[in-house]
């Protein structure tokens, strides 16, 4: 059963929330599950495994956009518009500006950079696939 794990390394049975949810139906499928489970392995304690989520833009940082505006900005107006939400240009630090969050700044890359949100889709696609 996919929904229960016996983790011998920490002594635990881990369940998911959906499973623990079910689980607290007495008489349920789950409900069974997990009082064999507890039986089998008595000394082990139960937990709700926390889902880790995958950052498919890892290596996406300041650095790397600011590069890769550095090749594909001809005029220099995308360059300006970054260093603003870095709170980087002249007029942000004369108010004091903040900069923005990494989520809007991504956001922002990728809509000025289409082809590349593209390419970082399909990549996902690829390593989703494995």
Same mark, same amino acid.
């Given at each position: 059963?996919?929904?229960? $794990? ?5 002594? @635990? $049975?881990?369940? @998911? ?13 789950? &409900? ?6 507890? !039986? +089998? ?10 889902? @880790?989520? /995958? ?6 940082? &300041? +650095?790397?956009? =600011?590069? &890769? $505006? #550095?090749?594909? +900005?001809? #005029?220099?107006?995308?360059?300006? =518009?970054? =260093? %603003?939400?870095?709170?980087?240009? =002249? ?9 923005? %969050? ?9 809509? /000025? &950079? ?10 996902? !696609? ?5």
């Amino acid at each position: 059963m996919r929904n229960i $794990i016996i983790n011998e390394k920490n002594n @635990t $049975i881990v369940i @998911t929330k959906k499973f623990e949810k079910a689980a607290k139906r007495f008489g349920s499928e789950e &409900y069974k599950a997990l009082k064999e489970a507890r !039986a +089998d392995f008595p000394a082990y304690k139960v937990v709700t495994s926390k889902r @880790t989520k /995958t950052n498919g833009n890892k290596g996406l940082t &300041y +650095d790397f956009m =600011e590069n &890769y $505006i #550095d090749a594909h +900005d001809k #005029d220099g107006f995308v360059k300006a =518009e970054f =260093e %603003t939400l870095l709170a980087k240009s =002249e007029e942000a630090e004369e108010l004091g500006a903040t900069t923005a %969050t990494y989520n809007e700044i991504k956001e922002w890359f990728f809509n /000025t &950079y289409p082809a590349f949100a593209e390419f970082q889709k399909r990549r996902e !696609a690829i390593l989703g696939a494995k």
